[in-house]
């Protein structure tokens, strides 16, 4: 009765590679994660830095009648810190009652 019956062919290492596969799908997918992660937190970084900004300009203004002349005033005189590595603050200046151009560029990383 079982003449025609085979046994199933067992491939040799065949739960080592399905392991294998496995794990290195885990790792793939920690790597996506952290990065997508990373690059968010870059992101409200910047939209936190653009808002003290504006805010500090504004309140500049409010309290003296003027903008502020230099970054390194508000730097100064309104504390603001932000990482000097991580993005790149260009403050330009047009006169003394007009909205000063600011621009924040993020570094390469």
């Known amino acids: ?11 040799p290492g065949k739960k080592l590679w399905v392991s294998l596969l496995l794990f ?4 793939l997918l920690f790597t996506l994660g952290t990065s997508s992660l990373s690059e968010n937190t870059v992101r409200r970084q910047k939209e936190s830095l653009t808002q003290a900004l504006n805010r500090d300009i504004t ?3 409010a309290t003296t009648g003027r903008y502020p002349e230099s970054l390194e005033a508000i730097k100064k005189d309104y504390g603001l810190i932000y990482d000097d590595s991580l993005f790149f603050v260009d403050y ?6 007009i909205y000063p151009e600011v621009t924040i560029i993020e570094r390469g990383r």
Do not use: A, D, E, V
């Open 1 to 11: 009765m079982y003449r025609f019956q085979t046994s199933p062919q067992r491939i």
């Open 24 to 27: 290195l799908f885990l790792i």
């Open 59 to 61: 309140y500049c203004y």
């Open 92 to 97: 330009r200046t047009q006169g003394s009652n």
